[in-house]
């Protein structure tokens, strides 16, 4: 076996993208498992939360009870306005004052938790944006934004109604039919507790098993929702290109077929929602009559008093409130741990680059970069880089040119441990890349991709993005070495000037420059250019051209290039052709060969000629 095949056959097979650790589905349990180690450090509030919740309920129950007593206390006789006054009016009093009781319970309650909810659901959110930064390129250039940002805010929502739910409206209720239940039987005959526990049992299980009926016309809906969400943000980031092609229509078309998708799903939702909202009336009514109609018959034997009937039927309607809602509290729970599952989905994607247990800090004494036997490929079906070895000496720029499609921009992604290598090493200072730290490697490199995209934010924040923190003066002292100063200085805001959403609002040579300007700020040991000067006029890109080798000088450089005549002055030239090292050396050496580099070069000095006379032509395609 030849060295070649060697190299490819150790290639691995990637598992799928950003899959999750286990494609099993989740039971409920499991996602509130995954859910209850954030609030155990919220443990003595929840602690003190519960107390007022008891107390809340406590004086919930009380009021039919004092109720009663009114009622009961109503029945002397005319003319008697002494015991009128006394007794009445301290009962309406009582009354009053548990009524207060209760809502002062459950604001206290709400006010003590609310930092354990909204802290949960800061803690969740920020490391699930956390992750999603740690995850690889390969996740990120297959994702859909506008779905996977719809599970996040979905998913934070569901945190603050799984706590809210259950702590203030399923604990609540439970109390509260225990302690209903408890007087019923105590102060009356088994029936009546008898009845309200068959109505609970008929009402729980209806409503369980409707509610997991309908699970799955709520999944299609999150699901549609996503779909349609993530159509539209895809539909306007590509604004331009919908507009040169002139499918306004065509995007509308498709916005709405997942519309009438989503409005299908939402239909069947609200329909078994009915259904299953009908039911449950028809359980408590059924219930509430049978309750009646036993009180009504003790008051008509003398077994029992008119206030105990209105104290059955406070009773009743006090568990009918929350007993309906509970319903909807299962509804929206079970909806809330669907969602709340798909986002910790989001925490088991598989981080495809990640550091090693022990892995250190990179040093960079000298800056020497290695490629030794490096084979890699994004499926393994496709090789892209077979057997590739050179070496950037300390302080030296080396050049990589080639067809598109060669391989160049790849040796740029794994350099920077976008993905890791098939076979082979990478060294910097003789330091293998994935025996170090990710956020040391990155430190030390310098990258002006070929594709900038900036945030959408003023100029001066996007050029001080290569070091946050950076003084006003430095930032100026960047954009005039990346000769873009003069076009923001005569911009109205200045430096303040926004760029609009990936920068839209700047030209491509433009935005190259800010990227140029933000390398220039971070300063680092390692550059890489990978088509640096792309998007530039030939002026502008020989000033640039020159500021690139000023900064280029002691540092070590990897460009990347697409016109060879930006390169005549590097350390060596490699060239690749087909994911292979077909030629090496310096300008002069290569042309002397009369290999590919050679051919290249004559074919580029034609057609520079050819274009020469006329007005200057756009800028060639890059590689992608």
Do not use: C
Request: hydrophobic share 45%.
């Amino acid at each position: 076996m030849n060295p070649m095949q060697r190299h490819a056959t150790a290639l691995p097979t990637p598992a799928a993208p950003g899959a999750p650790a286990s494609a099993a589905p989740r039971s409920d349990w499991h996602t509130l498992a995954r859910l209850l180690p954030y609030l155990w450090r919220y443990r003595w509030r929840v602690g003190i939360a519960l107390a007022f919740l008891v107390g809340a309920k406590a004086a919930n129950v009380g009021v039919p009870l004092l109720l009663k007593k009114l009622v009961d206390a109503l029945s002397i006789k005319p003319g008697d306005p002494q015991a009128l006054l006394v007794v009445p009016v301290g009962l309406v009093l009582a009354y009053g004052a548990l009524r207060l009781s209760t809502s002062l319970f459950t604001e206290l309650r709400e006010l003590t938790f609310a930092k354990a909810t909204e802290g949960t659901a800061r803690t969740i959110s920020l490391q699930v944006f956390r992750h999603l930064h740690a995850l690889s390129l390969r996740f990120h250039l297959e994702r859909q934004t506008g779905g996977m940002t719809r599970d996040i805010e979905r998913g934070t929502r569901a945190v603050h109604s799984l706590i809210s739910y259950s702590l203030y409206s399923i604990v609540p209720t439970l109390i509260e039919v225990t302690l209903v239940l408890t007087l019923l039987a105590v102060k009356f005959d088994v029936w009546f507790a008898g009845i309200t526990v068959v109505a609970l049992v008929f009402y729980i299980g209806f409503t369980i098993s409707v509610t997991e009926w309908r699970t799955q016309f709520r999944k299609q809906m999150n699901e549609m929702d996503s779909t349609a969400n993530s159509r539209a943000i895809d539909s306007l980031l590509n604004y331009e290109t919908v507009k040169y092609f002139n499918n306004e229509d065509f995007e509308a078309r498709r916005y709405d077929e997942n519309l009438e998708k989503l409005r299908r799903a939402a239909l069947k939702s609200q329909t078994t929602l009915s259904l299953l909202n009908s039911g449950q009336q028809l359980i408590i009514a059924l219930a509430l009559v049978a309750m009646l109609w036993r009180a009504t018959l003790g008051v008509a034997a003398g077994r029992i008093t008119l206030g105990d009937l209105v104290m059955i039927n406070a009773f009743m309607i006090q568990l009918y409130i929350p007993l309906n809602f509970l319903g909807v509290i299962y509804r929206e729970l079970k909806q809330s741990l669907i969602d709340l599952e798909k986002m910790f989905g989001l925490l088991e994607r598989h981080r495809e680059v990640d550091d090693r247990p022990g892995a250190q800090p990179l040093q960079v004494p000298e800056g020497r970069v290695r490629f030794e036997h490096v084979s890699f490929a994004y499926d393994a079906a496709r090789p892209i880089l077979h057997d590739v070895s050179f070496e950037i000496p300390p302080g030296k720029t080396v050049a990589v040119v080639g067809p598109s499609g060669a391989g160049k921009s790849t040796l740029a992604r794994l350099l920077y441990r976008f993905y890791d290598i098939g076979s082979g090493a990478i060294t910097i200072d003789g330091q293998e890349l994935r025996s170090v730290t990710q956020a040391s490697l990155r430190a030390a490199i310098g990258i002006v991709p070929q594709d900038t995209v900036l945030f959408n934010d003023t100029v001066a924040y996007n050029i001080a993005y290569g070091r946050p923190g950076a003084s006003q003066a430095e930032v100026e002292a960047a954009a005039r070495a990346a000769h873009i100063h003069g076009f923001i200085a005569a911009t109205p805001l200045g430096y303040g000037t926004l760029v609009g959403e990936r920068g839209l609002k700047l030209s491509g040579g433009e935005k190259q420059r800010v990227a140029i300007a933000r390398t220039l700020l971070k300063n680092p040991p390692i550059l890489i250019f990978d088509e640096a000067t792309s998007a530039l006029d030939s002026a502008n890109e020989r000033a640039i051209q020159a500021e690139l080798r000023r900064l280029s000088q002691g540092k070590t450089a990897l460009v990347i290039a697409h016109r060879l005549s930006t390169v005549v002055d590097a350390h060596e030239i490699v060239v690749l052709e087909a994911g292979r090292v077909v030629e090496r050396g310096g300008h002069a050496v290569l042309l002397a060969l009369g290999g590919r580099y050679a051919q290249m070069w004559r074919l580029q000095q034609a057609e520079h000629e050819a274009e020469a006379p006329g007005p200057a032509g756009a800028p060639q395609s890059n590689e992608t």
